[in-house]
């Protein structure tokens, strides 16, 4: 029976574990906090299917709640853009929840659980992941598996350990990096957002994303930055949001923790002889929002299956490799439009934004149908008029198109079949592709 050891329990790597167990392996997910303490204290969305898809039953209804249509505003407030279409495959769920659920999956399927127990790296030779050295009551040990699954999140002290040999990008740059601070604060008095879900950029003249939904009890409170969040951007987003909105309060109901979440596509190369990474591990998110929940259980079902498959051979790296294939051609393929996309807003200033929204460059069509086409002359028009009345945007805009025209190409040369050669090559062009 092969030994699997998971780094982390974040919803992909435990997900992985459920199905892996099932089959009859030995798996043990080691995690670092308590029990107690695992989730973050507040809701996110996922997809329904990400239960059917993955063999879990879907929780009872009483814990998820539908998904709202959101308002976009610019970084002057004066533009404010809403989606109308309502998606009914979205839920949100509390993550307090949600984790404590898939591990009782989990445990009920056969896993073992090692709580307090802090992965520091992997056990490994120039090329090769042997297992994991972890802390055990304070005491440092050495455990061997046939397969190490990398959960352990974006700074995973297991892939930024791992030899050069792997061939595995071992840092996500702080480029790539969205700070974000959350909160649920009580409600002063009457007053709700219309629509209830809004979203602003360049908010008090930050890089990034924060936004405002209005729940039955409680204000809901992001602020998010791209890089390190500013000193004082939580507060004075706060404080504009009173001045704006005086029903948000200032009692703090749960959450005010901050989190780091990759905002990228998925990292060219995740797998290596013996290891896989998932979720966090491999930015497995989604990056125009940072939702990475539906991705990572998915990925981790699709790694199960691709070791079942395995058989009695060892799981070197050209037999993981159509976990990553898989998980491009079903999932990830579609984000790397999205990374490019959001590259090209941070690479704007709050005046561009304004110009894209009061223009009309990007409306409510783009926001819903995630990209260009579709358009009457009469629009056309419109947003070429916008174009030139803005022209030192036009460099960043034909780079953008040069670079969207050559993803698609991309993509599709990603090798089916594992071959060290072709695999880094493709991974260079991958890498390349916002350079």
């Not at 892996?20 to 080691?30: E, F, M, P, S």
């Not at 949600?98 to 790296?121: C, D, K, N, P, S």
């Not at 953008?400 to 190409?409: D, I, L, M, W």
Request: aromatic share 10%.
């Amino acid at each position: 029976m092969k030994k699997i050891l998971v780094a982390g329990a974040g919803h992909g790597g435990v997900t992985a574990a459920i199905n892996l167990a099932r089959a009859g392996y030995d798996v043990t997910v080691l995690e670092a906090k308590k029990r107690e303490d695992l989730g973050w204290d507040w809701h996110d969305v996922l997809r329904r299917d990400a239960f059917s898809y993955t063999g879990i039953d879907l929780p009872d209804e009483k814990h998820f709640g539908p998904f709202e249509p959101m308002g976009y505003y610019g970084p002057s407030k004066t533009t404010h853009l809403v989606t109308d279409t309502v998606d009914e495959s979205i839920i949100h769920m509390d993550r307090k929840y949600l984790i404590a659920y898939l591990i009782e999956q989990a445990e009920q399927a056969g896993v073992r659980f090692l709580f307090e127990a802090a992965v520091t790296g992997p056990v490994a030779d120039t090329r090769s992941v042997k297992g994991l050295w972890v802390d055990l009551a304070g005491v440092r040990k050495k455990l061997y598996a046939d397969l190490v699954i990398d959960a352990a999140g974006m700074h995973s002290p297991v892939r930024m350990n791992l030899p050069v040999g792997c061939g595995v990008q071992n840092e996500i740059s702080e480029a790539d990096t969205f700070h974000v601070y959350r909160a649920y604060f009580d409600r002063a008095g009457e007053g709700c957002l219309e629509p209830k879900y809004c979203v602003y950029f360049f908010h008090c003249g930050k890089p990034g994303m924060d936004w405002l939904i209005t729940n039955d009890d409680y204000m809901d409170v992001l602020v998010g930055s791209i890089g390190p969040m500013p000193d004082g951007a939580v507060e004075d987003a706060l404080a504009d949001f009173r001045e704006t909105y005086p029903y948000v309060g200032e009692k703090l109901l749960r959450g005010g923790q901050t989190a780091t979440i990759p905002l990228r596509r998925t990292l060219a190369v995740y797998v290596a002889n013996g290891y896989a990474a998932v979720g966090d591990s491999a930015a497995m998110t989604e990056p125009m929002s940072g939702s990475g929940i539906t991705l990572s259980m998915k990925a981790g079902k699709i790694l199960a299956d691709v070791v079942i498959e395995a058989g009695d051979a060892d799981l070197t790296v050209d037999r993981l490799w159509p976990y990553e294939y898989r998980y491009a051609r079903e999932m990830g393929d579609r984000f790397v439009g999205d990374d490019l996309l959001i590259h090209l807003v941070l690479s704007l200033t709050a005046d561009d934004i304004d110009h894209f929204l009061n223009s009309h460059l990007i409306t409510s069509k783009e926001l819903e149908n995630g990209g260009m086409g579709g358009y009457s002359f009469a629009e056309v028009i419109q947003k070429a008029q916008a174009l030139l009345a803005k022209p030192a945007i036009l460099p960043l805009l034909m780079k953008f198109v040069g670079r969207s025209s050559k993803a698609p190409k991309v993509i599709e040369r990603m090798p089916e079949v594992y071959s060290k050669e072709a695999v880094t090559a493709w991974a260079e062009e991958y890498n390349a592709l916002r350079e």
